[in-house]
């Protein structure tokens, strides 16, 4: 795959512009400009349960066609990365089974790293648990629904990982339970307290662990987003030298970009909403927020003071105007976009006004 500015790249020149204050900064095209890598969240971003999230998959694959390689981190350890990648082209999108990676996998790469090779451990969650695991060298074992066969894989194992699976029953975590108490090493693909399903959100990975962090009071070492390992790895693998990070959860996809040194799209299609940016502090909320993938197509809105120190916003935008008002104190006044609809909004300056008044 390219990667880099195509030949015709970018130009702001000769389009409309405001005519008046805030300084907003048009320009077609733009996510070339700030990103040579898209690395997506998948849940809530690409797709919710089996089918595309509106206008994600037609705009992903414009950004393709314009150079910018898609790659995938999804915190989704139940399926392995050739299936998710298979349910990403089936829904049209362009992507290689290379450039998605999942949690489990991570989390696989570090337990062979800190077991010895062909060590046995307990895996609790869907088929991409195991196979990451057998990917790397170990060997997965599954707790049957039968008190003492759980019992004897938690003796068995040399550690306990654990990933999102639809088919966890009760025998998987009383087996984990029991690894924990005999002292093995517990790693947990992902923290989500939820997951998107076509029916509304349902329990997460997070959830589940949350359940065994209960009972056996104890935690586990945790891998996925917010870590940025999935992030670094992509980074390496693709040589970004513009990783652009997207996601629907600002305490994994979001927080995991700062940690990993990247910028960060917070889109409004997942299981969180732009009201939840109220909850946190300023300094942490991501550098965009897009109401859509559709807006890595259009222009950047930069929001910003003006000289009387008022944060202006599009009167006709819903989304620019709930930016500005969940901002405490500062004053909302009107602007006109050259394209009001759907621009990927800019929250850098709000953020660092916040930080440093
Ligand atoms: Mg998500």
Redesign the pocket.
């Known amino acids: 795959m390219t990667r880099g500015l195509p030949s015709d790249g970018p130009k702001a020149q000769g389009q409309a512009v405001a005519t008046a204050p805030p300084r907003t900064r048009p320009s077609h095209r733009v996510a070339v400009v700030i990103a040579d890598v898209l690395i997506l969240?998948?849940?809530?971003?690409v797709y919710i349960g089996p089918d595309a999230v509106p206008h994600a998959i037609d705009a992903l694959n414009t950004l393709a066609g314009q150079g910018i390689r898609l790659t995938a981190a999804t915190n989704n350890a139940s399926r392995p990365a050739p299936e998710v990648g298979d349910h990403l082209r089936r829904l049209g999108l362009r992507i290689a089974d290379d450039d998605v990676m999942t949690s489990a996998q991570a989390a696989a790469a570090h337990l062979a790293a800190i077991l010895p090779a062909g060590s046995s451990v307990l895996a609790i969650g869907g088929p991409g648990v195991s196979i990451a695991l057998t990917e790397h060298g170990l060997i997965p074992l599954r707790a049957s629904a039968d008190l003492a066969a759980a019992s004897a894989a938690a003796d068995a194992a040399d550690a306990l990982l654990m990933g999102y699976g639809p088919q966890v029953a009760w025998f998987d975590l009383a087996a984990g339970q029991w690894a924990i108490d005999r002292g093995k090493p517990w790693v947990a693909t992902n923290m989500d307290p939820t997951v998107?399903q076509p029916y509304g959100r349902a329990p997460g990975n997070g959830a589940l662990v949350g359940l065994l962090q209960r009972s056996t009071g104890r935690d586990p070492v945790v891998i996925g987003k917010p870590q940025p390992t999935l992030f670094r790895a992509i980074e390496q693998r693709t040589g970004a030298a513009r990783p652009l990070v997207i996601?629907?959860?600002l305490d994994t996809?979001v927080d995991g970009a700062r940690a990993a040194g990247m910028r960060s799209v917070f889109v409004l299609t997942?299981?969180q909403s732009i009201h939840d940016l109220a909850d946190r502090d300023p300094a942490t909320w991501p550098d965009f927020i897009a109401q859509d993938l559709r807006a890595l197509l259009g222009p950047i809105v930069t929001l910003e003071r003006d000289a009387a120190g008022t944060a202006r916003a599009a009167d006709a935008n819903v989304l620019t105007d709930a930016v500005i008002r969940i901002h405490a104190g500062l004053p909302v006044g009107p602007v006109t976009l050259p394209e009001a609809a759907l621009p990927l909004i800019d929250l850098a300056p709000l953020r660092r006004d916040t930080v440093s008044p």
Not at 41 to 45: A, Q, S, T
């Open positions: 969240d998948l849940d809530g971003v998107p996601g629907d959860r996809d997942g299981v």
